[in-house]
């Protein structure tokens, strides 16, 4: 990927124009750490890009006086981020930049980034070039903001948790200044949409450093913040759902697919996880991220699943057939009636899954 990411830059450079790779890509690389986003600073404008590549798609309707000035190009099937150099005006929401102008000087434009460990760039032949220290702090394992960090996050309150999410997946600690600017400006995380703060808190729970992330989150006292009110619930700092499910937040948006999980293992908590009728109707996943939350070991729980003598409706030694054979009806409703009191008497060990107890018990019970 570096290779075709450097050529890349020969083409921009070939027209005249600068070209680097920033930002996550080349921290990544220094920590020989696996990267698949490649960002492109240049000072190239979105339109001179376009008429560079021809398989392009810009990220947002371009507009010379209020595009943020990143484009996206698909080259070699690799995505590439490309963003002119700026400077950005006043910010008014906490967010974004009220306006940008273009300029044409690459140390100007990294003055802008987030942190320094995401402003040291790569040239077209591979040398790193890094105005503001960001392979001391890399060295140091140090989230540090490239400007002022009060200013830093006031201006884009997001940072905050960017600074954490960082500090988790990467293992790092936060500078101590940082840590007094959070302080400062952490009532400006209201002003974030919940879409974007969900964004990265998956980022920090979905960490194997979820623990420590989540820890750095009471430290700093955001859980109010971020209206994440059961956090202390959380013991099981594995599953991205099953966090998200012990906070049980009714705030941040979810896909139909992660609410229903949610309300499945809020419902089992309060059950007997190795209950084999709990165990069975609800399945293994959603019982263990409960279990291992109220103090269970993941081996009991999947030990109790593994000794279901069924685990889905199929697994009865019966079919529908057979049942409409024995009472010389045609299906309807009264099978499933059949086989929900089937389910009941063979997890409760009442009665074998053997096709003639099967039809002897059907015969003297229905």
Not at 46 to 56: H, R, V
Not at 63 to 87: M, P, Q
């Amino acid at each position: 990927m570096k290779e075709i990411a450097l050529e890349f830059l020969k083409i921009i450079n070939s027209k005249g124009y600068k070209a680097y790779i920033v930002g996550g890509f080349v921290r990544d690389y220094l920590m020989q750490i696996e990267s698949h986003d490649i960002d492109i600073n240049t000072n190239a404008t979105p339109k001179e890009i376009k008429k560079i590549f021809s398989n392009i798609k810009f990220s947002k309707n371009i507009n010379e006086e209020n595009s943020y000035g990143a484009v996206s190009v698909i080259y070699k099937n690799i995505l590439f981020e490309v963003t002119t150099f700026r400077e950005e005006e006043a910010y008014l929401d906490n967010r974004h930049p009220s306006s940008i102008r273009y300029i044409d000087d690459l140390e100007t434009d990294l003055q802008r980034r987030d942190f320094t460990i995401n402003a040291i760039c790569m040239d077209q032949n591979g040398n790193i070039i890094d105005p503001l220290n960001g392979q001391m702090d890399l060295s140091n394992r140090i989230i540090k903001t490239i400007i002022n960090p009060s200013k830093s996050f006031k201006d884009d309150a997001l940072r905050i948790l960017r600074s954490i999410r960082f500090a988790t997946n990467l293992n790092f600690s936060l500078d101590s200044n940082l840590k007094l600017a959070i302080n400062e400006t952490k009532k400006y995380l209201k002003n974030i949409s919940y879409d974007r703060k969900k964004r990265e808190l998956d980022k920090i729970f979905a960490s194997i450093h979820a623990k420590e992330g989540i820890n750095l989150l009471k430290e700093l006292d955001l859980l109010e913040f971020l209206e994440l009110e059961n956090i202390d619930r959380v013991k099981d700092y594995s599953d991205l759902i099953g966090i998200w499910s012990m906070i049980n937040s009714q705030v941040y948006p979810f896909t139909k697919n992660e609410k229903e999980l949610i309300k499945n293992i809020n419902f089992v908590y309060e059950l007997d996880n190795l209950n084999p009728l709990v165990l069975y109707k609800y399945g293994l996943y959603v019982n263990t991220i409960a279990g291992i939350n109220k103090g269970l070991s993941k081996p009991e729980i999947n030990k109790a699943y593994q000794e279901l003598p069924i685990k889905v409706r199929s697994d009865i030694n019966i079919t529908a057939k057979e049942i409409c054979e024995i009472f010389n009806k045609e299906p309807s409703s009264f099978l499933n009636d059949i086989f929900k009191q089937l389910e009941i008497e063979i997890l409760t060990g009442n009665l074998q899954n053997i096709n003639s107890i099967l039809k002897e018990y059907i015969l003297n019970h229905f």
